[in-house]
């Protein structure tokens, strides 16, 4: 299938396609539709079918002429990712045989100023990749200075963490904060950048980006799920943007494709058989001439597993890190 048209090419896409190998008769989880670039590609393998999810009903509205090119093999569902498992099972498949996933804001969303995620364009302090939920303004204007500084610390990995939710604390005293270039200000006069380095903004967006999508959450459970519903051979690709989903994405396929057994100096442990072979020793990065193209693409890592036959591992418990109804409530 060659749709007419613009095609939107995903970061490292081609390296996606590559590792995820759909095939005739194959069933696909693209688990991040956004602009469709995924889909798109698997769909040009004859035969095969994809269910795309994206909690942003704007993509969602945005792939039906996709929806009707497909002649019936592709279908978009506005949900979480993280509830693939489900999402899968409405559309009676309890199995598939691959799932890819970008991970993160997607180009549409930082490009459209309206929706809150940019320093660089005014809009309305929102940050929601859905339409429901408190927004970043809504958590600036009640969370503690303790959160704050939390929320910023471990979620942008911002050194001045403290530095800046004293900053917003003072700040929202006199006024609300409500627009992107206000935090921006406000985050800028207690974060210094050397010319050259990124904005000094940069890291407490991501951190409220971060927390009012609960995306670290998200991915753990999206990652779990996609073992549950993948068929022995079915391949498990993702894509991530920064340090702190690359290191979710890489412990979980490290734990999962474990061998178990002890030492001569430990006894034998009880661990689950490896339930998936790693495909990516080290992740895969985008080359110079897709970095030039797309600056974005710099900080991107690919990394892939392929499903055993072994039962999936049980879920790991969440991180104790701040939890976004927690803070919400002043708990």
């Not at 693939?84 to 459209?112: H, K, P, R, T, Y």
């Not at 303790?146 to 403290?162: K, P, Q």
Request: glycine letters at 10%.
């Amino acid at each position: 299938m060659n749709p007419a048209g613009s095609r939107h090419i995903p970061v490292l896409g081609r390296e996606a396609i590559e590792k995820l190998r759909p095939r005739d008769g194959g069933v696909y989880v693209d688990a991040t539709f956004g602009a469709g670039g995924y889909s798109r590609a698997i769909l040009d393998v004859e035969g095969t079918r994809v269910i795309g999810i994206d909690r942003d009903r704007t993509a969602i509205a945005a792939g039906f002429d996709l929806v009707d090119r497909s002649g019936g093999r592709l279908t978009l569902v506005e949900d979480r990712f993280s509830h693939l498992a489900e999402v899968c099972a409405a559309q009676g498949i309890s199995s598939v045989d691959g799932v890819v996933m970008d991970v993160g804001v997607s180009s549409m969303q930082l490009d459209q100023a309206e929706r809150g995620f940019s320093f660089r364009l005014g809009g309305p302090l929102d940050m929601r990749m859905g339409h429901d939920g408190p927004t970043a303004a809504d958590v600036i204007a009640v969370a503690s200075e303790a959160d704050l500084a939390r929320i910023v610390y471990i979620f942008g990995e911002e050194r001045h963490s403290r530095a800046v939710a004293k900053a917003i604390v003072a700040a929202r005293k006199e006024a609300p904060v409500t627009t992107t270039r206000a935090l921006a200000d406000i985050v800028s006069r207690v974060v210094w950048a050397k010319p050259g380095e990124i904005h000094p903004a940069t890291r407490t967006f991501q951190a409220l980006r971060i927390f009012v999508n609960e995306e670290l959450d998200e991915l753990y459970l999206a990652l779990a799920a996609a073992e549950r519903v993948l068929k022995p051979g079915g391949r498990l690709v993702v894509v991530s943007f920064h340090s702190l989903e690359d290191r979710i994405v890489k412990t979980f396929l490290v734990e999962r494709a474990k061998a178990g057994g002890g030492s001569r100096h430990l006894p034998e442990v009880n661990q689950a058989p490896p339930s998936f072979v790693i495909l990516t020793k080290r992740p895969i990065t985008a080359g110079g001439d897709e970095v030039s193209a797309n600056p974005r693409a710099r900080s991107a890592k690919l990394r892939a597993a392929e499903r055993t036959e072994a039962a999936a591992h049980a879920a790991p418990a969440l991180p104790a890190w701040p939890v976004l109804n927690d803070v919400m409530r002043g708990g």
